[in-house]
């Protein structure tokens, strides 16, 4: 029968004013939001009242949007030294073995040339085991390896990367980058930037709110790998020339063995020289870098230390005495701006290659605030002839459902405040959208009340059977929508996904509004007015 219980009813309207209060922030300014958290009396716990609120996206609050690139070029060639430090390593660890011209880089690959055939024989299993096998995380290994070891009839063993390779290690790089960048981007208390691969070696990165993208693109375009090597003698072959800062930009012999990097460190925090009043950053080492870092001090006192920061050496202070504390001091002749950008990068971590910038376009406010009055008007038209449409048509019922309709925007609107999700127009339009299905939903029922009234039932019998009938075929209808929706989600990018995630949260709200809510409504009607007919 048409009943509803008094817990179902508590819980329905607990449920619609829980969801409508958390819709309340959204509609607030954040100053107003954080008077209203300031207002609250000190025996009220903050968790109470909701401050979450949507976030708006770029496209309606402005912007900054700069699209990315993996520079493989310096992928590569940062892969070949490596390879080319290893190769010396397994020739050290393998008795001393010495290869006739040393050990070139020619192309993408490394060659070394071994006349002795023992000595080949004997280096030539630990050269292969370089080469690692490429896996994936579906298929798990594809029998491609990162490097081929061939050998030629002279001695001479060749180590060249591969193309599989070459694609495997720019794939993870822009894993790496996308994790990097977010680290950077959060950094700088921006809200809600959206961060997200774009192709097979590009990374998209937007930042609704931030009208100067000069900053932004600075923190994202520096590598910010930092090497503590020692400053080495000119024209020695265990050393290359680097910028100096120092010096105005000279070169200098820096030493390429790399005696500690920027993977140890643990904290960064900008400072200022207490002498000179200069501004530093200040660094801390984690165990195993503080025991490296002062056994190279102890090792080297009275040495230069070269501090190198994307292959630039910006400062080069003398080791006066070991430093074991695994702590310490970077100075550069530094601004104020300088030495925060440099510790937000350090904190951070180095990226794993060089980027560079390929797209950037701002996105003034004044396009957003167009964009949003757009959407309003759109919504304000689309809900006015719904519910003119529904009242003229259905009558009392008409009315139940406009009220249901007005909850279920509410609804969506709360639970995109709780998920903190971002607001595009596409998202707009895929309100308006839901505003559609979810009175399409009562205008099924409505017809299938009408339908069984017509065929003899009585009104309450009429209209337990059109809730009954009709929500098999509302189930069937939402879920073919939300699948659709969902593969948008996942297949889709940006602006696609909010539009799908928008419309997934207004099939959720159809369920309770469209159905439940309003059966509930129409339930209280019927046992106040006891109409002897249909108000349509």
């Known amino acids: 029968m048409l009943r509803f219980s008094r817990t179902k009813i508590i819980l329905t309207i607990g449920t619609v004013l829980i969801g409508l209060l958390l819709a309340v922030p959204s509609m607030l300014t954040r100053e107003q939001r954080a008077g209203l958290q300031a207002a609250l009396p000190s025996w009220i716990p903050s968790w109470i009242v909701p401050t ?17 690139e993996v520079d493989q070029n310096d992928l590569v060639r940062t892969q070949l030294v490596q390879l080319q430090q290893d190769v010396r390593r397994v020739l050290r660890e393998s008795g001393g073995i010495t290869s006739e011209g040393g050990i070139p880089i020619s192309g993408r690959a490394v060659r070394i040339r071994i006349a002795d055939a023992a000595a080949r024989a004997r280096v030539l299993p630990k050269l292969r085991e370089l080469s690692q096998p490429i896996t994936n995380a579906i298929l798990g290994q594809t029998g491609a390896r990162t490097i081929d070891v061939t050998e030629a009839p002279d001695g001479t063993i060749t180590l060249a990367l591969t193309e599989q390779g070459i694609a495997d290690r720019v794939r993870r790089a822009v894993d790496q980058s996308i994790e990097v960048i977010r680290r950077r981007v959060d950094q700088l208390g921006t809200t809600e930037p959206s961060i997200q691969r774009q192709g097979a070696d590009r990374v998209l990165v937007q930042v609704p709110g931030l009208q100067d993208p000069t900053r932004l693109e600075e923190i994202l375009g520096k590598t910010a790998k930092l090497e503590f090597r020692l400053l080495g003698d000119a024209g020695s072959t265990d050393t290359e020339l680097m910028p100096s800062r120092d010096s105005g930009g ?155 309709l007005v909850v279920h925007v509410g609804l969506i609107f709360g639970l995109m405040s709780v998920l903190e999700a971002t607001l595009t127009l596409p998202g707009i339009a895929g309100i308006v959208l839901t505003i559609g299905t979810a009175v399409d939903s009562n205008v099924l029922i409505y017809e299938r009340i009408r339908e069984e009234a017509r065929a003899g039932r009585s009104i309450v019998s009429a209209i337990q059977a059109g809730f009954d009938r009709a929500f098999a075929t509302i189930v069937d209808s939402n879920s073919t929508m939300a699948i659709a929706a969902i593969i948008l989600f996942f297949m889709g990018s940006g602006p696609v996904r909010g539009f799908a995630v928008v419309f997934i949260l207004g099939i959720l709200t159809t369920v309770l509004t469209a159905v439940t809510m309003t059966r509930m409504m129409i339930a209280i009607w019927y046992s106040w007015a006891r109409p002897k007919t249909l108000p349509f």
């Open 52 to 68: 979450r609120a949507i976030v708006l996206g770029l496209d309606l609050q402005g912007g900054s949007h700069i699209l990315l």
């Open 250 to 404: 000279q070169r200098v012999p820096v030493e390429r063995r790399v005696i500690l990097d920027g993977a140890d460190l643990t904290d960064a925090q900008p400072g200022f020289d207490s002498r000179t009043n200069e501004p530093i950053v200040n660094f801390r080492f984690n165990l195993r870098g503080a025991a490296r870092f002062g056994e190279a001090t102890t090792q080297n006192v009275g040495r230069p230390l070269a501090i190198v920061l994307d292959n630039e050496v910006i400062s080069a202070p003398r080791i006066l005495q070991p430093i074991t504390g695994g702590q310490g001091q970077i100075s550069g002749r530094f601004t104020v701006q300088q030495a925060n950008d440099l510790s937000v990068l350090l904190r951070s971590g180095a990226l794993p290659a060089k980027l560079t910038i390929v797209e950037r376009r701002t996105v003034g406010p004044g396009l957003g605030r167009d964009s949003i009055e757009a959407g309003k008007l759109a919504t304000y038209v689309a809900t006015i002839f719904v519910v003119i449409f529904m009242f003229a048509t259905y009558g009392v019922f008409g009315f139940i459902a406009n009220i249901a």
